[in-house]
């Protein structure tokens, strides 16, 4: 599988999977999407319900990835990275809810992260050590700890904004003999990516501790997030009388694109809603507008608080190659805060299911669509977190004490970075060069 730019004036030329990766970002300044997509039918459709996750991903890996991953690498690979999988829930013959926060740290990223350090440890076995940078707030900084901790030849470096670090072990820190670098940035979440933007395409210094990154601009993050919308399809598919839909919470648009890239990798998936909080990001995708970044709105639905999202380009790459297939393909959908928590206790008091605030946006779109005159089709919504990560609201809607799990209690523990310092490039590398 080969890789290009979103930057249709590059010239260069086409990258190895290994290669986008580990180096993360081309040098124009765009994206890495692929520029070939294998047809993967014929090797999920003989599935069927008593296939288990790390084995389709381990089979989906081996054929995307060919020449790269053979097999046995394949399987190796599945198998360090999923302790875990969806879990999808089957409400009626009208709606199914894809429960992704079953991960070590509860968010549906443990799924894409957890193959990232997975696959880049096999592809570094035998070469020297790299060095991954990623921006976190909230619990996305304790997944990537989780997902790279005692991997391999690599080194991860966290930075976090103005707030709390959390659910670091201390035995985890380079310093005491372990892999991870937390490092805190007097600055907002934008201005800690900015960094790793800026860090990557100073060639000189990336180059020369082969800094790469666990964010959702490396491809490696989306391609895997494809896998679990087909592991839906495979559980559904007997029990199928009409087309099939996913509805998608979606901030950075990273969980979005995996499913379109399910799509092309042969998914019968019939479309695709892009539910949405009042920040409403896709309208200025849809209308092919770049936009600019603005001030969120703060919801209930926090990881949806996103104005300019870290996808565009790659989105917007889908748009300008098919625009009247997508604008059948995607449909939108924006949720209040209101509609997020009437839903929340909706579906506790139908279906004895407590899901998140993001579960809720995509539950809610997807009822929206299917109150259309005439839809007959099956929506699966993706409930993207543990809702015991948001404990006031679950006790707010059971009137019971929130049950939080042990291994979700100790990622509330605050942690100490190793540097605190300004946003600025020269401060980062140096912070870096010193805790290396």
Known sequence: MLFKSTVKTNNAPLVTFKDAILRCLPEDGGLYIPATVPDLRRFFLYMDQDTNYKEMAATLAANLLQGELNPYSASWVAE??????????????????????????????????????????????????????????????????????????????????????????????????????????????????????????????????????????????????????????????????????????????????????????????????????????????????????????????????ITYPSNWERLASFYEETPAVMKNMVTQRVIDDKTTMRTIEDVWKRYGIMIDPHGAVAFAAARDVASQKGFYDHIVALATGHAANYPEITAKVTGKPAVIPERLALLRQTATPCAVIENDLFALETAIAASY
């Not at 070590?104 to 440890?121: C, N, R, S, Y």
């Not at 990557?200 to 501790?209: A, N, P, W």
């Not at 993050?221 to 007997?238: D, E, P, T």
């Not at 199928?240 to 998608?248: G, H, R, T």
């Open 80 to 305: 360090s990275a999923f302790s875990f999988e969806p879990d999808l829930k089957q409400l009626d013959e009208r709606f199914s809810i894809l429960d992704l926060g079953d991960g070590p740290t509860g968010v549906f990223k443990d799924f894409g992260i957890a193959f990232l350090a997975a696959v880049m440890e096999e592809f570094l076995k035998n070469a020297s050590p790299v060095m991954v940078i990623s921006a976190a707030q909230g619990d996305i900084g304790t997944s990537i700890a989780n997902a790279f901790h005692k991997r391999k030849n690599i080194i991860a470096v966290i930075l976090y904004p103005q707030g709390l670090v959390r659910g670091i072990d201390t035995e985890a820190l380079l310093k005491n003999g372990g892999n991870i670098i937390p490092i805190q940035v007097n600055g907002s979440l934008d201005d800690c990516n900015k960094l790793i933007a800026d860090l990557i395409h100073d060639r000189e210094f990336s180059d020369r501790y082969r800094i790469t990154c666990a964010n959702a601009i490396n491809p490696g993050r989306l391609l895997s997030q494809a896998f679990y919308y087909i592991y839906a399809f495979v559980k559904l598919k007997q029990s199928l009388q009409d087309a099939l839909l996913f509805s998608v919470p979606c901030g950075n648009f990273g969980n979005l694109i995996g499913g379109l890239y399910a799509w092309k990798f042969g998914l019968p998936a019939s479309g695709f809603i892009a539910a949405q909080n009042s920040n409403n990001p896709m309208i200025d995708i849809a209308a092919g507008i770049r936009g600019t970044a603005r001030s969120p709105t703060a919801t209930i639905s926090p990881a949806l608080d």
